[in-house]
T-cell receptor, first 112, second 110 residues
Framework: EAQVTQNPRYLITVTGKKLTVTCSQNMNHEYMSWYRQDPGLGLRQIYYSMNVEVTDKGDVPEGYKVSRKEKRNFPLILESPSPNQTSLYFC???????????FGPGTRLTVL | RKEVEQDPGPFNVPEGATVAFNCTYSNSASQSFFWYRQDCRKEPKLLMS???SGNEDGRFTAQLNRASQYISLLIRDSKLSDSATYLC???????????FGSGTKLNVKP
């Protein structure tokens, strides 16, 4: 089944404790992206990647890192999480030449 | 100013009603336009892309007005299952960057 998976789905952590949210897609898509969703603000793009080893900032990259060492994986790294990073996070992928985004199920992160 | 603006609603309509949503975008360089549907904090799913010529998919019709920089979605014969939040999405920079509206909530009542 074609899909985007994210892990963990739910995470409660404390300020300053490094964490990684994984994202994997099995559709051989070139483009992948991370978003956060907050009430009243909609989804905002954090980082995106056009292909392996090619990443770029979205609109809200501060406090986040990403890497794209393999085509299928695009992990989101929070080196020192803070409470303002409490949010619902979505990973998405797009096949090259298309414009339809396929989203993962979301990761609900709470930073205390 | 937000890149994409939508009326948050909620729109409360009876089954069978026709309902229309509008969305405005601020940057005239925007290249691609979409409506996504999101159920109760689940992942967004593409409802339809929006083209300048307008497009229809069953009960759903989308229109794009580039001159006025707005996008519309019309839902005819509303079903209970149409209850969801509808997200307006605009893409720029050769589909690299996407801007989402905060969504319009639709409640279809029996």
């Amino acid at each position: 089944e074609a899909q985007v998976t994210q892990n963990p789905r739910y995470l409660i952590t404390v300020t300053g404790k490094k964490l990684t949210v994984t994202c994997s897609q099995n559709m051989n898509h070139e483009y992948m992206s991370w978003y956060r969703q907050d009430p009243g603000l909609g989804l905002r793009q954090i980082y995106y990647s056009m292909n392996v080893e090619v990443t770029d900032k979205g609109d809200v990259p501060e406090g986040y890192k990403v890497s794209r060492k393999e085509k299928r994986n695009f992990p989101l790294i929070l080196e020192s999480p803070s409470p303002n990073q409490t949010s619902l996070y979505f990973c998405a992928s797009i096949r090259g030449g298309s414009d339809t985004q396929y989203f993962g199920p979301g990761t609900r992160l709470t930073v205390l | 100013r937000k890149e994409v603006e939508q009326d948050p609603g909620p729109f409360n309509v009876p089954e069978g009603a026709t309902v229309a949503f509008n969305c405005t975008y601020s940057n005239s360089a925007s290249q691609s336009f979409f409506w996504y549907r999101q159920d109760c904090r689940k992942e967004p799913k593409l409802l339809m892309s929006v083209y300048s010529s307008g497009n229809e998919d069953g009960r759903f019709t989308a229109q794009l007005n580039r001159a006025s920089q707005y996008i519309s979605l019309l839902i005819r014969d509303s079903k209970l299952s149409d209850s969801a939040t509808y997200l307006c999405v605009v893409g720029r920079y050769n589909f690299n960057k996407f801007y989402f509206g905060s969504g319009t909530k639709l409640n279809v009542k029996p």
